[in-house]
């Protein structure tokens, strides 16, 4: 039998207490946005380059297809995962699955007539994957104070995020004499990909164990009980009849879709190569950017938290549908995926609107999924809920996401690509909205959650609180 945690109010010494403590919520979600950044981080900078820094995109969708089936499955398993195994032992599985994808294109790079490596690799990395952002949402949805979970999601998400934005400065530096040259990458820059990837992997065996997480008012974020695989099978069969996940399924769905358009079909299409690398930091600049916005509102913008909530999620919808309608226009230019010359970051004028457009995305998609990870720690204090409730968005989002890549592979038209993803983040956001009418609490100590149809109360105070 293993173990999971549940919310305790215990008190510690105030020996124990302390900013740097590395027993503190800050110090844990700080550590586990540096693993994010060593992993998922270079994987962003990696996908944004367009077909995993291929010319041919072909053999990055059918590695990101079988990437997010499996994502699908294990994202869904990874909270069960995560309450049997624990956070250290969950993180390291799945960090060690970073690095194998990156050397299968490293491999590619010289035996371009084989895909067997990167797609296994792809669906090994889906597995772990699955299995990262499970304890990832677990840890930071359940250890910081509730009056402050937006500003430790803007905190993970600016470290996470960091790491694509220095993603992004590897193939713009590695392969900057390409000049105007359409072109794979490097063999430098998956070698800095994996060094990266690999550090993380080491990152994960100084997380420490939920038992010892002491907040600074002196409370332990977690206790130790007992869980086993035939609860948490019986446990996530449930979510899938809980209406509380129903209203969050096509905001998941959503949240990873649009990846296969902005990367392959406006970064992968209009630009050089090292403005893609370029591009990339900005991109991923903006996500922090985002979060930071974002997550500072929905701690600090109102009194109500359900106002807040209802504020925040007005504030993506029309953001959203300004910069979809930007994305239109600029889709209206290029309908077959042509351009006559690809856009270089020294065209000036040519290169500022794409480059605008491209920067808005990456500022949208970070305030979008921070907005729906604060949603979800705002319906339940128990980390063991929290972790099921974080895998069953993850593996909606994979399973959303490998279908958007085979989208892709089919060549189905940019336009159509475009007007799909747009129409789902839209049809999400009155649904966000609904949930947050009817499931967020202004009251901290009234704040419940509901499994099985069974509402139990949480004796902690109450939450609010992902790329």
Known sequence: MAVTEQPESEVSPPSKRGLLRYNSPLAQVSLLGLI?????GMFNALSGLGGGGQLDHTTADNANTALYACFAVFGVLGGAAHNLLGPRTTLLLGALTYPLYAASFLYYNHRPGSQAFPVTAGALLGAGAGLLWAAQGAVMTSYPPPNRRGSYISLFWCLFNLGGVLGGLLPFSFNYHHGNDAASVN??????????????????????????IVRDDGTKATRVTYSSPATEFAEI????????????????????????????????????????????????????????????????GFSSRRKRGLVGVAAVAVLGTA????????????????????????????????FLLYFSYGLLDAMFQSLIYWIIGALANDSQILSRYVGFYKGVQSAGAA??????????????QLIVNWGLMTVSYPLLALLVFLAVKDE??????????????????????LH
Request: with cysteine; proline share 4%.
């Open 36 to 40: 994010c950044f060593c992993c998922p």
């Open 187 to 212: 063999d430098g820059t998956y070698i800095a990909f994996m060094a990266f990837m690999l550090l993380g992997a080491a990152l994960t065996l100084l997380v420490l164990p939920p038992r010892r």
């Open 237 to 300: 069969l449930v979510l899938f009849a809980n209406w509380r996940m129903l209203l969050v399924l096509p905001a998941a769905w959503a949240s990873n879709f649009f990846y296969t358009y902005q990367f392959n079909n406006v970064n992968g299409i209009l630009f050089t190569l090292r403005t893609k690398g370029l591009n990339n930091v900005f991109y991923w600049g903006a996500q922090m950017l985002g979060s930071a916005g974002i997550g500072y509102f929905l701690d600090f």
């Open 323 to 354: 910069i979809w309608g930007g994305g239109l226009a600029n889709q209206l230019r290029y309908k077959d995926g042509k351009l006559p010359d690809l856009i270089d970051f020294k065209d000036g004028h040519r290169y500022a609107g794409p």
């Open 403 to 416: 279908v958007a890549w085979q989208i892709d592979t089919r060549k189905t038209s940019l336009l159509s």
């Open 444 to 465: 901290d100590s009234s704040v419940s959650s509901v499994e099985d149809g069974k509402e139990k109360d949480n004796k902690l105070s109450a939450p609010t609180s």
